[in-house]
T-cell receptor, first 113, second 111 residues
Framework: EAQVTQNPRYLITVTGKKLTVTCSQNMNHEYMSWYRQDPGLGLRQIYY???????DKGDVPEGYKVSRKEKRNFPLILESPSPNQTSLYFC????????????FGPGTRLTVT | GDSVTQMEGPVTLSEEAFLTINCTYT??????LFWYVQYPGEGLQLLLK?????DKGSNKGFEATYRKETTSFHLEKGSVQVSDSAVYFCALGGSQGNLIFGKGTKLSVKP
């Protein structure tokens, strides 16, 4: 089954404790992206990747890092999480371009205390 | 720059009512247009899309027509069901190779 998977689905952590949210797709897509969803603000793009070893900032990249060492994986790293990073995070992928149909993962709800 | 504006919710309807969610856009060129749906506790999934002017996207009884002259892509359904309760997002394929989303419209359908 074609899908985007994220882990964990739920995470509660404390300020400053490094964490990684994994994202994997099995569709051989070139484009991958991370979004955060907050009430009243909709979806905002954090980082995206056009292909292996090619990443770029989205609209709200501060406090986040990403890497794209393999085509299928695109982890999101929070080196020192803060409470304002409490949010619902989505990973997405698209065949070639981010302006095409994107396929979304189920989401990761992160709480930073 | 590219942008999407959709009607704010929440929208509450009775079962079998007619649904319209307005969406207008600003963009250079002729972008692809999308409607995504997010059911409670789930990720976004594509509902329908249109890639050029006058195209009509349709799925699950929902329809939207790409109107270049009014820069609109309004979502419609003739008879909503309780199972249609969700958040609906209008989006366009941006000139920077990304998706630009509206802020979402929450729909609640009462039996």
């Amino acid at each position: 089954e074609a899908q985007v998977t994220q882990n964990p689905r739920y995470l509660i952590t404390v300020t400053g404790k490094k964490l990684t949210v994994t994202c994997s797709q099995n569709m051989n897509h070139e484009y991958m992206s991370w979004y955060r969803q907050d009430p009243g603000l909709g979806l905002r793009q954090i980082y995206y990747s056009m292909n292996v070893e090619v990443t770029d900032k989205g609209d709200v990249p501060e406090g986040y890092k990403v890497s794209r060492k393999e085509k299928r994986n695109f982890p999101l790293i929070l080196e020192s999480p803060s409470p304002n990073q409490t949010s619902l995070y989505f990973c997405a992928s698209a065949s070639r371009s981010g302006s095409d149909e994107q396929y979304f993962g189920p989401g990761t709800r992160l709480t930073v205390t | 720059g590219d942008s999407v504006t959709q009607m704010e919710g929440p929208v509450t309807l009775s079962e079998e009512a007619f649904l319209t969610i307005n969406c207008t856009y600003t963009a250079t060129g002729y972008p692809s247009l999308f409607w995504y749906v997010q059911y409670p506790g789930e990720g976004l999934q594509l509902l329908l899309k249109a890639t050029k002017a006058d195209d009509k996207g349709s799925n699950k009884g929902f329809e939207a027509t790409y109107r270049k002259e009014t820069t609109s892509f309004h979502l419609e359904k003739g008879s909503v069901q309780v199972s249609d309760s969700a958040v609906y997002f209008c989006a366009l394929g941006g000139s920077q190779g990304n998706l630009i989303f509206g802020k979402g419209t929450k729909l609640s359908v009462k039996p």
